[in-house]
T-cell receptor
Framework: DAMVIQNPRYQVTQFGKPVTLSCSQT?????MYWYQQKSSQAPKLLFH???????NEADTPDNFQSRRPNTSFCLLDIRSPGLGDAAMYLC???????????FGPGTRLTVL | TQLLEQSPQFLSIQEGENLTVYCNSS?????LQWYRQEPGEGPVLLVT?????EVKKLKRLTFQFGDARKDSSLHITAAQPGDTGLYLC????????????FGKGTLLTVNP
């Protein structure tokens, strides 16, 4: 089945220790998104890639970066995680910018 | 700034009862998605509605998009414990405004 896959599902890191989360998709979609979701809140968009074009949201901290080495794969780098960065990180894809978004299962990040 | 007001925020009912969740906005959306999210998982797409007045049915779930495309509702008939989860509505505006506008979610608990 075509799907969005996120690894790992659970990640524990230490305060200030860089961490990378990954997302892959078999949907052949052009757009890949990264969202941050905190408990009982709606997902908050961090940035997206349209093909190779990176688009950062204005309020996304510099601590968050992303890479898209190929069309099927996207990475989220958190350079110096703080306690406030503990959250569920969701990857989503869509065929085009205005199309329905499909979410992966998420990575739960814990910062000690 | 587009807003989607989702209500109720919390809903606890007994198995077999019916319920309706609402999403309302003063803005027009080109499409509206409903997602269900279980604890520790990513949002799973239930339906996309795009036409004003559209009604879609998915087993015991009925989704309606308002005639003016500013509001939507989700009605569940004879709720079951398996329906428990966070229900999110998300509106898309299309064109250059690619961002999904999320409602704050409705946390549904169906008690056996």
């Amino acid at each position: 089945d075509a799907m969005v896959i996120q690894n790992p599902r659970y990640q524990v890191t230490q305060f200030g220790k860089p961490v990378t989360l990954s997302c892959s998709q078999t949907l052949n979609h052009n757009v890949m998104y990264w969202y941050q979701q905190k408990s009982s809140q709606a997902p908050k968009l961090l940035f997206h890639y349209y093909d190779k074009d990176f688009n950062n949201e204005a309020d996304t901290p510099d601590n968050f970066q992303s890479r898209r080495p190929n069309t099927s794969f996207c990475l989220l780098d958190i350079r110096s995680p703080g306690l406030g960065d503990a959250a569920m990180y969701l990857c989503a894809t869509s065929r085009d910018l205005w199309d329905t978004q499909y979410f992966g299962p998420g990575t739960r990040l814990t910062v000690l | 700034t587009q807003l989607l007001e989702q209500s109720p925020q919390f809903l606890s009912i007994q198995e077999g009862e019916n319920l309706t969740v609402y999403c309302n906005s003063s803005s027009v959306f080109s499409s509206l998605q409903w997602y269900r999210q279980e604890p520790g998982e990513g949002p799973v797409l239930l339906v996309t509605v795009v036409t004003g007045g559209e009604v879609k049915k998915l087993k015991r779930l009925t989704f309606q998009f308002g005639d003016a495309r500013k509001d939507s509702s989700l009605h569940i008939t004879a709720a079951q414990p398996g329906d428990t989860g966070l229900y999110l509505c998300a509106g898309g505006s299309g064109g250059s405004n690619y961002k999904l506008t999320f409602g704050k979610g409705t946390l549904l608990t169906v008690n056996p």
